[in-house]
T-cell receptor
Framework: ELKVEQNPLFLSMQEGKNYTIYCNYS?????LYWYRQDPGKSLESLFV?????AVKQEGRLMASLDTKARLSTLHITAAVHDLSATYFC?????????FGTGTRLQVFP | GAVVSQHPSRVICKSGTSVKIECRSL??????MFWYRQFPKKSLMLMAT?????????EQGVEKDKFLINHASLTLSTLTVTSAHPEDSSFYIC????????????FGEGSRLTVL
């Protein structure tokens, strides 16, 4: 059974600081996705990582994938309040997307 | 770009009634759609795969008689929560692959069900 775990589950960080969210998964997968969810809303796609060593960046967020270690990271640079949200990684299992446990990020002044 | 639309976005019903949630792919055809359930402050749990023209495939532990899924056309899947109880209250989200266009997975806006 595919398990997808994120660490930490909750992150409170000060504006301007850097931090990394980790996503571990238990079986081989081709693709890994990162999503953002605001309270009461659906998912917003952030990144799709398609191969080992893939790195993508958008603004203050950068995601990477190590398929050998079955690990993806989402790095936050110089956090701002607008980044406060819940972040999910998700891994493909056959045709289905299995979500990680989620990381709730709170950025304070 | 490709859009998946859900309706209704919010629904409140009494215990014992049935509620139908619709999921439409607006500008692409989706032979397969997925239904997720999310409890407050929890992750998304895959409930079932909706297959156009055939029976849905349910994940382990999901009651198929409680959550009826119908995929009558290439652009519409419906989830009916039958004989709803307060524990069925949740956020339900559908998704679909846009295989022909972008190859991406698109999510609906979600439907919040509250059972009184």
């Amino acid at each position: 059974e595919l398990k997808v775990e994120q660490n930490p589950l909750f992150l409170s960080m000060q504006e301007g600081k850097n931090y990394t969210i980790y996503c571990n998964y238990s079986t081989t997968s081709d693709r890994l996705y990162w999503y953002r969810q605001d309270p009461g809303k659906s998912l917003e796609s952030l990144f799709v990582l398609l191969s080992n060593g893939a790195v993508k960046q958008e603004g203050r967020l950068m995601a990477s994938l190590d398929t050998k270690a079955r690990l993806s990271t989402l790095h936050i640079t110089a956090a701002v309040h607008d980044l406060s949200a819940t972040y999910f990684c998700a891994v493909i299992r056959t045709d289905k997307l299995i979500f990680g446990t989620g990381t709730r990020l709170q950025v304070f002044p | 770009g490709a859009v998946v639309s859900q309706h209704p976005s919010r629904v409140i019903c009494k215990s014992g009634t049935s509620v139908k949630i619709e999921c439409r792919s607006l500008d692409f055809q989706a032979t397969t759609m997925f239904w997720y359930r999310q409890f407050p402050k929890k992750s998304l749990m895959l409930m079932a795969t909706s297959n156009e023209g055939s029976k849905a495939t349910y994940e382990q532990g999901v009651e198929k008689d409680k959550f009826l899924i119908n995929h009558a056309s290439l652009t519409l899947s419906t989830l009916t929560v039958t004989s709803a109880h307060p524990e069925d209250s949740s956020f339900y989200i559908c998704s679909a692959w846009d295989r022909g266009h972008t190859g991406e997975l698109f999510f609906g806006e979600g439907s919040r069900l509250t059972v009184l």
